[in-house]
């Protein structure tokens, strides 16, 4: 295999390569189409290294969605541990089906008292302390599954 050694002569803007060290072969280049070319190259790995950047950040919000999502379905895991995202359609689908199959069961309509709360269904308290009715809830959370989709 050939080895080579470049000399640029900064007066002449001429670069040399020759072969080393007992090689005769020498190359003269135009130093002025030398830098063109650098210069293009370095617009593609700038451009690249730009777009690899962008691709970071996306791949960076996924990871951020899909642990979200993952914690969501299967509760905070412990310190330093993420759930394995490879089951989360499935789960997904199980549960969206669990929410259609629960509301076929319960199809009667809120039944609202005085205060326009639900008697017909399992009233709880959510997490702001107010009463909500569990079908409503599921109908809501199906409903949202819907649009989004669409």
Request: one cysteine or more.
């Amino acid at each position: 295999m050939k080895r080579y050694r470049f000399r640029f002569n900064k007066d002449t803007d001429d670069c040399e390569a020759y072969e080393h060290p007992d090689g005769d072969y020498v190359l003269q280049s135009d130093a002025a189409e030398m830098r063109k070319t650098i210069d293009s190259q370095t617009e593609v790995v700038c451009n690249l290294k730009a777009e690899n950047d962008e691709l970071h950040k996306l791949i960076a919000r996924l990871a951020e969605l899909l642990t979200g999502v993952a914690n969501a379905i299967k509760g905070e895991p412990p310190p330093l541990v993420l759930h394995d995202w490879s089951d989360l359609p499935k789960l997904a689908g199980r549960l969206r089906k669990a929410c259609a199959a629960a509301l076929e069961v319960c199809d009667s309509p809120c039944r609202l008292d005085h205060h326009g709360l639900c008697q017909e269904h399992n009233l709880r308290r959510n997490e702001a302390g107010e009463p909500e009715c569990q079908v409503t809830m599921l109908r809501a959370a199906l409903d949202a599954g819907k649009e989004g989709g669409q």
